[in-house]
């Protein structure tokens, strides 16, 4: 079955860097765009940038342009987003999405916490 396991979240100051990681398994990764989102409690999920299958297109949200970078290593099944100049508005739980048929697919999320 299609699972999406996410790593490498923590706590971070603010301007400090991480990088997330989702490992991918149980379908064609290299056939699907990814995504990575974002939610924090009271809010609705947040769409953080999109990846195409073969990595010709990203986009970003408005509030992550500049400090964020999606790629992805299509022969490793891994998506991975990079993350610079962290704000403390940008913590969150953070999780990786495939369009997959018939339904979508999440992991199961990752914390992240931007915090002297």
């Known amino acids: 079955q299609v699972q999406l396991v996410e790593s490498g979240g923590g706590l971070v100051q603010p301007g400090g860097s991480l990088r997330l990681s989702c490992a991918a398994s149980g379908f064609l990764f290299d056939a699907y765009q990814m995504n990575w989102h974002r939610q924090t409690p009271g809010k609705e999920r947040e769409l953080v940038a999109t990846?195409?299958?073969?990595?010709?297109?990203?986009t970003y949200a408005d509030s992550v342009k500049g400090r964020f970078t999606i790629s992805r290593d299509n022969a490793k099944n891994t998506l991975y987003l990079q993350m610079n100049h962290l704000k403390p508005e940008d913590t969150a739980v953070y999780y990786c999405?495939?369009?997959?048929?018939?339904?979508?697919?999440w992991g199961q999320g990752v914390q992240v916490t931007v915090s002297s």
């Open positions: 999405h495939a369009p997959t048929w018939p339904t979508d697919s």
């Open positions: 990846i195409t299958a073969t990595s010709g297109s990203v």
